[in-house]
């Protein structure tokens, strides 16, 4: 006898770049990305198959790349849920604020199309999404680790403090791990489409997760995601295995469990038809 499946999960995964190919310019979704870099191209460098940003100074630095051709964006459906995960190192230590961030993006249409863009840009003006900030060192008792929303309006990408009208924060802790220069570290932002008023936000570093519920002014499309340090003296930035997935119209527990008293109530009818 034929076992049907009680659901199908539809997951499609949009970026899986873990720079294999040795360069960062390709845009061939989702095996990889064109990252353009926010400084001078030769600040940004693909060895030893990971993506380096490096000669900080202390001067924001890090890169963007789209997940859509121009236009397009992925959108996201209600039950669904985006997540964006990747690898992290930096060279130096410092937990001030406004250290690592990755996003998000909605650009409304406006694209920067080459490096040394800078994150406090014009084309930016548009942007809205989320975003999750963290630190690069020991944050004992600061509460940087946060989840902000992006609001249009404001170029600058990397804003500083908890009352930026470019990001506000929509919630925050202490940053327990991610505390050790030279060590790999993974990130993860999810994105879960709960209602038309509510989307639910979640930040992960090193195994740490925070969460809070947007019910204001939602973003449900996206067509950018972007890493990157906000003016700190780190040495250098690298990021790998950057993937961004989106699974759409899970059911909730109760559905399953109703989906599946109905399947067993089928097989046991169908048994007794075979065997009358």
């Known amino acids: ?3 049907l499946p009680l659901f199908a999960l539809d997951a499609a995964v949009i970026l899986n770049d873990t720079f294999a190919d040795n360069e960062r310019v390709t845009q061939n979704l989702p ?3 064109n990252w353009l870099s926010a400084r001078a191209t030769a600040d940004a ?9 490096d000669n900080f100074g202390n001067n924001r630095a890090g890169g963007l790349a789209y997940l859509s051709d121009p236009g397009d964006y992925v959108d996201m459906g209600i039950g669904g849920t985006l997540t964006l995960t990747f690898n992290y190192r930096y060279g130096a230590n ?3 604020e406004g250290g ?12 920067v199309s080459s490096d ?6 014009s084309a930016f003006g548009n942007d809205v999404g989320y975003v999750g900030v963290g630190v690069f060192g020991d944050d004992t008792s600061s509460g940087r680790f946060r989840v902000r929303e992006r609001v249009a309006g404001v170029n600058n990408y990397a804003s500083l403090g908890p009352g930026s009208t470019a990001m506000p924060s929509l919630v925050n802790t202490v940053q327990a791990g991610g505390d050790t220069a030279n060590e790999w570290y993974q990130a993860r932002l999810v ?6 008023s509510q989307m639910n936000i979640s930040a992960t570093i090193d195994g740490q997760t925070i969460s809070v519920s947007d019910t204001s002014s939602i973003i449900t499309s ?9 003016q700190k003296p780190i040495s250098f930035l690298d990021i790998d295995n950057i993937n961004v997935t989106y699974l759409s119209n899970i059911p909730e527990p109760g559905t399953i469990g109703f989906l599946a008293f109905g399947a067993y109530i089928i097989a046991i009818l169908r048994r007794q038809f075979l065997f009358r």
Do not use: E
């Not at 994105?191 to 038309?196: D, F, G, K």
């Not at 996206?222 to 906000?230: A, E, K, L, T």
């Open 1 to 3: 006898m034929m076992v």
């Open 31 to 33: 095996a990889s990305a």
């Open 45 to 53: 460098n693909v060895t030893g198959g990971y993506l380096r940003f």
């Open 94 to 96: 410092n937990a001030d």
């Open 100 to 111: 690592l961030y990755f996003g998000l993006i909605n650009t409304g249409g406006t694209r």
């Open 116 to 121: 040394n863009h800078d994150y406090n840009n």
């Open 191 to 196: 994105l879960n489409y709960v209602s038309p």
């Open 222 to 230: 996206f067509d950018q995601v972007y890493i990157m340090s906000g």
